[in-house]
């Protein structure tokens, strides 16, 4: 059985598209390595930031052969497993472990939100498939699927490879609701930005992030502060980023990570139907939020650059 270290920043990447509406996988490989540079512990490939129910089959895998020949062992690749059935996610799963990824982000069905029975089936299935090192994906906002503590310790119990969750519930009570239940058997990662110094303090152990897409070595630094306990640093930083943060906790998320990454000058706008590009109003609104922290960021920060 393969195992992940489950710990640190690990980006939740977008896809880039090209103006044809293709995948960019010059942009894509650039764009993995100069995250690790800065400090960036794994990259999860397919995610929801990562538009994957909008890609096809063989656009899912060529996106994992880049960021695997990017990343050349020096971080784990870890793909994003969704799908409408059972099958394709088996199947997925599978592909991913070919391909050479080092582990997989478990997501619940898209459209059927099943019972407990239905759910624990599915998830069981795709974690069976492979002996990927795998991580639970906990969003009841987005996916209407909530597994909770409990459900949570009976999937850790009957597999081996589980060995994280995401938990996005955006409640960072789950956090040790979840350690009081496990203790220490699975590693938990918050996925809500805006909850990330919070998140630490319950006992969190990793990030799936998203504005580290565009901020990386701020990420890395807020996550480094709060997890060695300095606290009055940590928050400091954590004043300053939250009105970028936020990008991340709205149905625009994706957009309006994409457009940031525009603004800094590593990536663009370009989003895949149905979602489109951001109105001039809601463009203006965002042009203000990354000009104001620019022009604030912390001087430690702005004598770093990024590395």
């Known amino acids: 059985m393969l195992k992940t270290d489950w710990k640190g920043v690990f980006p939740a990447i977008t896809t880039p598209f090209r103006a044809d509406g293709s995948v960019d996988h010059e942009f894509l490989s650039k764009h993995c390595a100069w995250l690790l540079e800065n400090g960036c512990r794994g990259v999860v490939a397919l995610g929801s930031l990562g538009e994957g129910s909008t890609l096809r089959w063989d656009e899912k895998l060529a996106a994992l052969r880049t960021v695997l020949e990017t990343l050349k062992g020096k971080a784990p690749t870890i793909a994003g497993i ?132 565009a901020f990386p070595r701020e990420s890395v630094e807020l996550f480094e502060l709060a997890t060695n306990g300095q606290t009055n640093a940590a928050f400091d930083l954590y004043k300053w980023f939250l009105p970028l943060l936020r990008f991340d906790v709205v149905p625009k998320f994706v957009q309006l990570i994409k457009y940031t990454q525009e603004l800094v000058g590593m990536g663009s706008g370009r989003v895949r139907a149905p979602r489109l590009e951001l109105a001039e109003d809601e463009k203006r609104l965002v042009q203000e939020t990354v000009q104001r922290a620019l022009a604030a960021r912390p001087a430690q920060l702005a004598a770093q650059g990024s590395r």
């Open 82 to 213: 969704s799908s409408l059935g059972t099958n394709e996610a088996i199947d997925l799963a599978k592909a991913a472990e070919q391909a050479g990824c080092e582990g997989l982000m478990v997501l619940p069905p898209y459209v059927y939100v099943g019972d407990w029975r239905e759910t624990k089936a599915y998830i069981g299935a795709v974690l069976r498939a492979t002996p990927l090192s795998a991580m639970l994906y906990n969003n009841p906002i987005a996916y209407q699927t909530d597994f909770l503590a409990g459900q949570i310790a009976e999937l850790a119990a009957e597999h081996h490879n589980l060995h994280a969750v995401k938990e996005s519930s955006a409640d960072v009570r789950r956090i040790a609701a979840l350690r009081s239940l496990i203790g220490d058997r699975l590693q938990i990662f918050c996925g809500v930005d805006d909850l990330i110094v919070e998140a630490i303090y319950a006992g969190a152990t990793g990030w799936i992030a998203g504005l580290v897409n």
